[in-house]
């Protein structure tokens, strides 16, 4: 029987690797192990639901949390860029001083490239009269999505979308590139009769029964991206009210499987408040907390996506619905979690006392959580609470409730699945603070004592100790430079440790010879990819000097599938303009193997992107992870 399970978990492995290459390797991979967000070399058992169909149910670890959540963390585009001017790392572009006008030509040689190269390319790559490999194409309309500036660009994903003699991958990333239009920049977004009008697409494609079921939900999904994209000023599409209407009225159906109703849930949970009626918060309430809705009883997958919903929309008794699953001592392991993720990233709203009724809550439901990952998510709930008390100046949760300490204590007794979830906490609960009084320098000079203590002391493997090095990160504790130093250069220690402890440097932001010389060590091993992704990306968040092009170089010279990917997202996140010229040169050479032109598609389409941080936050952070559905699971893993 074991050897047939572990035939059958290569068979995904492999059938789910195939996917993302098939999608132009714009879906990412993790590593040997497969696709998709970071996952333990052995999964725990987790109690699996019996009535939900086509459900994945996450049984990975801290590094899941982390894969999904890094985005938010890390420096965005322009901080790189700012970094880079002043090391003069922009050695193609050849600035070398830190001033306004830098950072303004920086971005000029973007919309001078994207204009000049990478949209003719790609338009070259969509044409219907010069073939191309399925692939190429995948790749070519999800980097057209994120560099698309006038409706041009919209029709020829419009035309691949609707095409079903098509691929399903092909069709599936046009689809998804219409979501990718959408602009946190106001001056950059698109006219709101051209987005009524893919919005329209968009929900007519999923209309069509006859459509394969991932493109169907695909549509909802970019429908959700566009949420915070401008509307018509009429009375009806004002705010998003008509896109909401037909969303609910679309869940209220039946579907044999649960890809739709979770695409449905997610988009409605990101549409503006304004918009959504209070009918649709009341049942969206009644689905959450299993109460009979139009008849029916929902499984626990889409309860969890309800809630999740709910919570998003600031529905009335949003805090006291969170509080009553989590006190609850029968509730499904799934809708806990989405409880937990909820309170997590609407921590920020709560007052004072709401803070406090929130710690006590999850002081009494973590140490009775049978679930491990469940239990870690409320660790990081906790640790967001704490966060929110000490940006605010008061010390209410770290004197009176005793947070801080709860959270180091759970870090060093705690049960060896949720050690790293509590150590992830103590660094949520640094991340961005400064100390505005005495109480607060105080705590977190423990909470950073108490990371690094762990990571030169903690028990458990490597694999564990790597939470306490990314949450060294997220406190920038400056303090462990040494130390994180020493971890990267012993090839002695896990080679995910020393991946983590490559990204944690890079965050501290103190660029030594001996830092360089150490990232540029480890990005030339092929032991393992993971110490060559750590420092990949180290290296691109550093903008130490000369990055791009030795990330060229590695990209032209790799062979390596998953270094591949890791390169191509490294110069996407660097963004530097005249990496442009190489990488379409990459791109057209047949000689080069597939994998090289199809990462050098991506890369530019990543260097092009105006938004600052991926649009894939949009849908990865604070995520409802512990229950999703394979197309959430690809749209979570979209590069």
Same mark, same amino acid.
């Given at each position: 029987m074991r050897i047939v399970s572990c035939c059958l978990l290569l068979l995904v492995a492999v059938f789910a690797a195939d996917a993302a290459w098939a999608h132009g390797g714009n879906f990412r991979e993790s590593g040997p192990q497969g696709p998709g967000v970071d996952t333990p070399d052995v999964a725990p058992k987790v109690r699996r639901p019996t009535t939900t169909e086509n459900a994945t149910w996450i049984a990975g670890d801290w590094q899941t949390w982390w894969s999904l959540n890094r985005d938010a963390f890390l420096p965005d585009k322009r901080t790189v860029r700012r970094r880079a001017l002043r090391t003069a790392a922009s050695s193609l572009f050849g600035v070398g001083r830190v001033e306004s006008s830098g950072l303004t030509r920086w971005e000029?040689?973007?919309?001078?490239?994207?204009?000049?190269?990478?949209?003719?390319?790609?338009?070259?790559?969509?044409?219907?009269?010069?073939?191309?490999d399925d692939r190429m194409i995948a790749a070519a309309l999800l980097a057209l999505g994120r560099i698309a500036r006038d409706a041009a660009a919209v029709a020829v994903l419009k035309r691949y979308a609707a095409d079903a003699d098509q691929r399903m991958e092909v069709r599936e990333s046009a689809v998804l590139a219409l979501g990718l239009v959408r602009r946190s920049d106001r001056a950059a977004q698109l006219p709101a009769a051209t987005l009524t009008a893919i919005r329209a697409f968009l929900i007519a494609l999923f209309d069509e029964k006859d459509a394969p079921t991932r493109v169907r939900a695909f549509a909802i999904y970019s429908l959700g991206l566009l949420a915070d994209q401008p509307y018509p000023?009429?009375?009806?599409? %004002?705010?998003?009210?008509?896109?909401?209407?037909?969303?609910?009225?679309?869940?209220?159906?039946?579907?044999?499987?649960?890809?739709?109703?979770?695409?449905?849930?997610?988009?409605?949970? =990101?549409?503006? %408040?304004?918009?959504?009626?209070?009918?649709?918060l009341q049942g969206l %309430?009644?689905?959450?907390?299993?109460?009979?809705?139009?008849?029916?009883?929902?499984?626990? =997958?889409?309860?969890?996506?309800?809630?999740?919903?709910y919570a998003r929309l600031d529905g009335p008794d949003w805090l006291s619905i969170v509080l009553w699953v989590l006190r609850g001592t029968r509730e499904h392991v799934a809708v806990r979690a989405a409880a937990a993720i909820a309170l997590n990233r609407r921590a920020p709203d709560l007052d004072d006392d709401d803070r406090g009724l929130a710690a006590r809550s999850l002081y009494k439901s973590i140490p009775r959580e049978a679930h491990w990952f469940a239990a870690g998510l409320e660790q990081i709930a906790l640790a967001a609470l704490l966060r929110e008390d000490l940006l605010a100046g008061q010390t209410r949760l770290v004197e009176t409730y005793r947070v801080a300490r709860y959270l180091q204590r759970q870090a060093v007794r705690g049960r060896s699945m949720t050690r790293p979830y509590a150590a992830l906490a103590l660094g949520v609960a640094c991340y961005g603070l400064e100390p505005v009084n005495r109480a607060c320098a105080e705590t977190l000079k423990d909470l950073r004592a108490a990371l690094t203590?762990?990571?030169?002391?903690?028990?458990?493997?490597?694999?564990?100790?790597?939470?306490?090095?990314?949450?060294?990160?997220?406190?920038?504790?400056?303090?462990?430079?040494?130390?994180?130093?020493?971890?990267?250069?012993?090839?002695?220690?896990?080679? %995910?440790?020393?991946?983590?402890?490559?990204?944690?440097?890079?965050?501290?932001?103190?660029?030594?010879?001996?830092?360089?010389?150490?990232?540029?060590?480890?990005a030339e091993e092929r032991v393992s990819p993971f110490v060559h992704r750590g420092a990949v990306r180290a290296l691109a968040l550093l903008a130490a000097p000369e990055t791009a092009r030795k990330l060229l170089d590695q990209l032209e010279t790799t062979r390596s599938r998953f270094a591949v990917g890791v390169v191509a997202g490294a110069l996407g996140r660097f963004g530097d303009p005249a990496a442009a010229r190489p990488l379409v040169r990459m791109a057209k050479d047949k000689v080069e193997g597939l994998r090289v032109r199809l990462m050098s598609v991506v890369a530019l389409g990543l260097i092009f992107d105006p938004e600052p941080r991926p649009s894939r936050v949009r849908f990865t952070t604070d995520a409802n992870y512990p229950s999703r559905t394979p197309a959430l699971g690809q749209v979570f893993n979209i590069r």
């Open positions: 000029r040689a973007l919309e001078q490239g994207a204009v000049e190269i990478a949209l003719p390319y790609l338009f070259e790559v969509l044409d219907p009269a010069t073939p191309q000023d009429t009375l009806l599409q %004002r705010d998003g009210r008509r896109v909401t209407q037909v969303l609910w009225e679309r869940l209220r159906r039946r579907y044999a499987a649960a890809e739709l109703p979770v695409a449905l849930l997610t988009a409605l949970g =990101m549409q503006p %408040r304004p918009g959504v009626p209070s009918g649709v %309430r009644s689905i959450a907390t299993d109460k009979p809705f139009r008849g029916r009883r929902w499984d626990a =997958m889409r309860r969890s996506h309800a809630l999740s919903a203590k762990g990571l030169r002391h903690g028990r458990g493997s490597d694999e564990v100790l790597g939470a306490y090095a990314v949450g060294l990160g997220l406190a920038k504790a400056d303090g462990a430079h040494s130390l994180l130093l020493d971890v990267l250069r012993d090839r002695k220690r896990s080679a %995910r440790l020393r991946g983590h402890c490559a990204v944690t440097l890079a965050l501290l932001g103190r660029d030594t010879p001996l830092l360089r010389a150490a990232l540029h060590k480890a």
